[in-house]
């Protein structure tokens, strides 16, 4: 069965660190993009990443020089290393498949890891 | 950066209603163009990419359409578990949601 089961998250300060895993099953993450997503409460879903299968990362602005996506072939699981945490990143985060190119859309989701940063 | 619009941002409808949601790039995007589904407490669902193809599994009732700036998700014929907040993504330049659609039961 293909599946996304993230974790990692919980309850951090403002300034504070915490890193995220998606780990997969019945699919090769190197072989295929990831991205993760998050949704703050009452808000809507905001992209926070991408790595592509080349290993080449991107981020949104919101996050760029604080967060850290990478990918562990030999664990079949990727990461996002989050830095400098703020309260606007209280959030529940997805990660999520991406589409065989040259579609590039997320296909098979996680349920979600809440991060909550708070004093 | 480009920006999604969605409209409306809520909507009231009746099972087996014809419903339509807009979405408007800032610029034009290709059939760059993705739908989303989301439930409170799931994961959110793809409908459909590039515009105008079906997921796999999802059913027809649930169509797109459009290019350049201006999209429209169609649903045909309403059924319970439709309702649901929708999101449009584009995906030409990097990735944007648009703000999303509050589909309720009227």
Redesign the interface.
Known sequence: EVQLVESGGGLIQPGGSLRLACAASGFTVRNIYMRWVRQAPGKGLEWVSVIYSGGSTFYADSVKGRFTMSRDNSQNTIYLQMNSLRAEDTAVYYCARGLSPPHDALDIWGQGTMVTVSS | ?IQMTQSPSSLSASVGDRVTITCRASQNIDT?L?W?Q?KPG?????LI??AS?L?SGVPSRFSGSGSGTDFTLTISSLQPEDFA?Y?C?Q?YS???????TKLEIK
């Not at chain 2, 799931?42 to 793809?46: F, I, R, T």
């Not at chain 2, 990097?94 to 999303?100: D, H, K, L, R, S």
């Open positions: 950066d760059f993705n989303y989301h799931k994961a959110p669902k793809l990419y590039t193809s997921q907040t999101y993504e995906s990097m990735y944007t949601f648009g703000q999303g």
